[in-house]
């Protein structure tokens, strides 16, 4: 009976993992489309992280991009945070993110387009 329940909990837990999706997240600032994206669904520790650009149907590739995540203070827990510049990859901006623990977390995009204007966008992401 022990066996038969291990086994049935080991097969839940695979199917979760099974069919957690990828990250896609979209949003919009000052005119200017975000597209927030990975190709594997997160998991604590180190994520590949895509961020679309684009305005009027244009893909921005001109861009200095920045991504900082992090994770509030709460009790017993003290503050997490990870910062990463992105790189262009095609026509995307491929960064490195790491969430230490699993939970929301929240993030920030900051764009500096090629007119010198800084751009923020804030939202949250499950792990």
């Given at each position: 009976?022990?066996?038969?329940v ?6 839940f ?9 990828p ?14 994206s ?5 998991v ?13 149907d ?15 203070e709460?009790?017993g ?27 929301t977390?929240?993030?920030q ?19």
């Amino acid at each position: 009976m022990k066996n038969l329940v291990k086994v049935v909990l080991s097969l839940f837990i695979m199917i979760g993992f099974l069919n957690a999706e990828p990250l896609s997240q979209n949003g919009e600032k000052n005119g200017y489309k975000i597209k927030l994206s990975s190709e594997q669904s997160l998991v604590s520790g180190n994520n590949e992280v895509f961020i679309a650009l684009g305005k009027n149907d244009t893909v921005i590739k001109d861009a200095k991009v920045k991504i900082k995540v992090f994770m509030p203070e709460m009790p017993g827990m003290p503050y997490m945070e990870y910062k990463g510049k992105a790189k262009l990859v095609g026509d995307k901006y491929k960064v490195m993110v790491n969430f230490a623990m699993s939970g929301t977390w929240q993030y920030q995009i900051k764009f500096k387009t090629s007119d010198g204007k800084v751009h923020k966008v804030r939202g949250s992401v499950n792990i």
